[in-house]
């Protein structure tokens, strides 16, 4: 596809995007009657459900080899259409109606937080490594060549093997480059600013859905909840004023930011998501809410390839606490669970359909999940030395001769970002202060959310175990912090829900 | 009482977390005024000053001298700007008073400058220096300039006129303020030995050469990349090749061994030390093919002949055009030319 648009048509083609993909997902929740939500939380679900669907559908077209230009105008219809169904069964009649009692103070506080990241994310044109050459430079390939399979993302192992195309990471998921690519086609042209407009609202979205998946409990809990998120820094940031104030200077700029076009936030947004909706639709219950949940979750395994782990820990969590199998819960709650799971399941398809085809360079973890290696980093192997930048060039011998185990970095890294309350204020201390409450353990609901965050960091654990790079690198480039930013929601709503409900009922509703 | 201690307890440490919130508040807040300063365009200016480490500076400028045939004694050398910053001071640790003494005492000639604290300057340089208060008549007969401090009347220089008042060509810019475009354009090399803060793809002079590419090469054509020999560096920011590849598109661009160029960090370091083993470019040779494209440094081109692998690339790939370039993690204009395939012998 040639460039058409200049800058105001691109601009428009971003800000079209937006309420298209808000429509989109609006007419796919459930109805506003069935499950109650206010104006808010209902933006910021039909939000990240229309994104959700948009990458989901988008990787299965493009798995089948459905050219980018067609599968946007179909998602065109498709938005328009379920945005007329959400609009005729009257949701937003029913959303103004529904109170969310938070007070101005709070409402202001939401709203800077929420606003002003969108601001930020769209104050600069994309500026970061992983923003461009990740994930912009496959938008770019979807937009020009209509698909993934071009010789652009294909052609780095070169026909020859010696010589090639140039991209990193060309297993990564498509689904920011398919928002990306979306914008621009909407606007006629490549804008590096304005094709940030469907990555803009993470951080607003966030603390929403999880007011959302907690005002079945009380609204004092949702507005908990929704505060204790929006509050974490590293919504935002991580590591601000590290270097002090000096550090002001840098805001928005450096790879410290967690806004705009990384991979990361959307995880974290569609993981909250999911579970927000998955635990109204179990309260309700209702099987179209919880499908929805599966597919926010498959969402997240479009956007980055650790968002397929937490797919994977998501569904993880529902067997083992029983959410999905034990009597102790209603059996209709039990039955709508199987509908996120099949969802979630059949979400994550098209992209492992997709993934299969495209050339791994350097990030292909599950050939490193293998009990050998595990068995041998676990029994004190040796940080993997060689790797590090000084040691290739012959410098730093003492590292050589001396090299740590591991399994002593990796608890440490984790540990210290749990105390580390630039980037978390004191969201995981809360956090492991109610995963002993016993109020925890008795309710099935709470019970999951804590076995998926525990899940989640058990498993990025094992990926730094495994890592083949060497690990203190990954960690000045905000490795595990950028992993644990995946579960701020879930996280939130253990704390909201302790919080509030010191002898929290087993029932669920 | 007892049965709310629980709750109220736990407000204590909400409102604790909550506080956090004015970290992203003053992130955001401070994240768009700074923006807002730049007119909300991604540019170097945003970042703060490049700075450089006077006696590293000097110690790396006096060993490449003595690699030299032009004895150090007999260099002379003019620093532009003595002053901390523009309207700033000086004093002992001011790094170019530093950087003007090591370079003295190592023998070099010394001509220093500065339109607003020479005076200030000079019990501070004594007289191992000789002090110009016109900076262009510290120029004659010099074999380089060395900006040390970005005053607004040495950025807005005429470089044609530097080049014809000195007698050599080495422009050594220790703020990355100078428009390299500019100082390459005059036949100088713009060196630059400031740290910059801000990221590769801001690079002006990349940026520079992208523009100059895109009018070149259509969007259907091919490039194929090859560096002009062994590889220098293993700077991440040398990786010059993958932001052209993003600035470039949909021109389609090739490189050998890409998957290793293209992987982490880690992978990159084995595709530089590999090159260099393996030294695929030995039996080539240096190619003159007339003037330069962009550069005005017109006896540094980093044209070579092909490999037959690279000869063979080019035709298998269907590329019209072949990218030289000097292995280094600064952009320099002079380190890069784009030729026509057809026009290579």
């Given amino acids: 596809m040639r460039s058409r648009g200049g800058p105001s ?100 506080l939401l709203a800077i937080l929420g606003l002003g990241s969108a601001a930020l994310t769209l104050a600069l ?14 938008g770019k390939i979807l937009f020009h060549h209509g698909s993934p399979t071009d010789q652009a993302l294909m052609g780095i192992a070169g026909d020859s093997g010696l010589f090639g195309r140039m991209v990193t990471h060309p297993n990564y998921p498509l689904g920011v480059p398919l928002l990306e690519a979306f914008a621009a086609w909407l606007g006629g042209g490549w804008n590096d600013r304005w094709v940030q407009f469907p990555l803009a609202f993470w951080a607003a979205a966030l603390p929403a859905v999880v007011f959302f998946g907690l005002r079945h409990l009380s609204l004092a809990t949702a507005k908990v909840g929704a505060l204790v998120a929006a509050s974490v820094p590293m919504l ?65 395994a479009c956007m980055k390839n650790e968002g397929l782990a937490m797919a994977g820990v998501f569904a993880l969590a529902l067997l083992f606490s029983g959410a999905l199998l034990l009597a102790e819960g209603e059996a209709k709650s039990r039955r709508v669970t199987w509908f996120a799971l099949a969802a979630l399941l059949v979400g994550v398809l098209p992209w492992l359909i997709l993934r299969s085809s495209l050339p791994s360079i350097d990030e292909n973890y599950l050939s490193h999940f293998q009990p050998d290696r595990i068995a041998h980093f676990l029994g004190g192997g040796a940080e993997l030395v060689e790797k590090a930048p000084k040691v290739m060039v012959g410098q730093a011998p003492e590292l050589l001769a001396n090299p740590p185990e591991r399994r002593m970095l990796v608890p440490g890294y984790f540990g210290e970002e749990i105390f580390d309350f630039r980037s978390w204020g004191l969201l995981w201390p809360l956090v492991f202060i109610a995963l002993f409450a016993p109020s925890t353990r008795k309710d099935p609901n709470q019970r999951w959310l804590a076995l998926l965050v525990i899940g989640g960091l058990l498993l990025y654990a094992l990926i730094l175990l495994v890592t083949p790079w060497y690990l203190p690198l990954l960690r000045d480039k905000g490795i595990p912090e950028r992993l644990m930013l995946h579960l701020v929601g879930p996280a939130s709503m253990i704390v909201a829900a302790w919080w509030a409900r010191p002898s929290f009922p087993s029932s669920t509703t | ?99 003007a003494l090591a370079l003295a005492r190592a023998g070099v000639q ?18 191992r220096v000789a002090f110009f208060p016109d900076p262009m008549a510290a120029l004659e007969g010099a074999h380089g300039v060395l900006l040390a401090t970005e005053w607004p009347a040495y950025l807005e220089v005429d470089f044609a006129e530097v080049a014809s008042r000195m007698a050599g060509r080495e422009v050594l810019d220790c703020r990355a303020a100078w428009d390299g475009e500019a100082v390459d354009g005059a036949g100088l090399f713009h060196l630059v030995y400031a740290k910059p803060s801000y990221p590769p793809w801001l690079d002006p002079e990349l940026l520079a050469f992208a523009r100059h590419v895109k009018s070149k090469v259509g969007e259907e054509e091919g490039i194929l990349m090859v560096p002009d020999g062994r590889l220098g560096t293993l700077s991440g920011r040398a990786r010059w090749f993958l932001h052209l590849n993003y600035l470039l598109f949909p021109r389609r661009l090739y490189l050998r061994k890409p998957a290793l160029a293209c992987g982490t960090s880690g992978q990159y370091r084995e595709w530089v030390l590999d090159w260099n083993r393996e030294r695929p470019w ?44 000097t292995h280094n993690s600064d952009f320099r204009i002079t380190d890069w030319e784009c030729v026509p395939a057809g026009a290579l012998p």
């Fill in chain 1, 9 to 108: 048509l691109t601009l428009i083609g971003g800000l079209l995007a937006v309420p298209l993909l808000l429509l989109g997902g609006a007419g796919v929740l459930p109805s506003a009657k069935v499950i109650p939500r206010g104006l808010w939380e209902n933006a910021g679900l039909a939000w990240l459900a229309g994104c959700a669907l948009f990458a989901v559908f988008g990787t299965l077209g493009l798995a089948f080899g459905v050219p980018f230009p067609i599968i946007a105008a179909v998602a065109v219809a498709g938005c328009l259409f379920s945005g007329w169904k959400a609009w005729k069964r009257g949701d937003l009649e029913d959303c103004r109606r529904t109170p969310t009692l938070l007070g101005r103070g709070w409402v202001l």
């Fill in chain 1, 125 to 138: 044109p994309i500026n970061a490594f992983d923003p461009l050459l990740h994930f912009a430079y496959k």
């Fill in chain 1, 236 to 300: 935002y940031v991580r590591d601000f004023l590290a270097e002090g104030t000096g550090g002001l200077a840098m805001a928005g700029l450096g790879n410290t930011s967690s806004l705009g076009g990384w991979g990361d936030l959307p995880i974290a947004a569609l993981l909250a998501g999911g579970c927000g909706l998955l635990l109204r639709a179990r309260a309700t219950p209702c099987k179209r809410a919880a499908m929805v949940a599966g597919l926010l979750v498959a969402g997240g």
């Fill in chain 2, 1 to 99: 009482m007892p049965a709310s201690w629980p709750g109220s307890w736990r407000k204590f440490p909400l409102g604790i977390h909550l506080l956090f919130s004015a970290l992203p508040l003053m992130f955001l807040a401070w994240g768009l005024l700074g923006t807002a300063g730049e007119g909300f365009h991604r540019s170097p200016t945003l970042y703060p000053r490049p700075f450089f480490d006077p006696e590293e500076t000097a110690q790396y400028l006096v060993d490449s001298w003595k690699a030299r045939p032009l004895p150090l004694k007999e260099r002379i050398v003019a620093v532009w700007g003595l002053a901390d910053a523009p309207e700033g001071g000086v004093d002992p640790e001011s790094p170019s008073i530093v950087l």
């Fill in chain 2, 110 to 127: 010394i001509r220093v400058s500065d339109p607003g604290f020479l005076e200030e300057a000079k019990p501070l340089l004594g007289e």
């Fill in chain 2, 282 to 325: 030995k039996g080539t040779r240096r190619l003159r093919l007339g003037d330069r494209a962009l550069s005005g440094v017109v006896d540094a081109s980093p044209i070579r002949s092909l490999t037959p692998d690279e000869t063979k690339a080019l035709a298998t790939l269907n590329a019209d055009w072949v990218l030289y370039w």
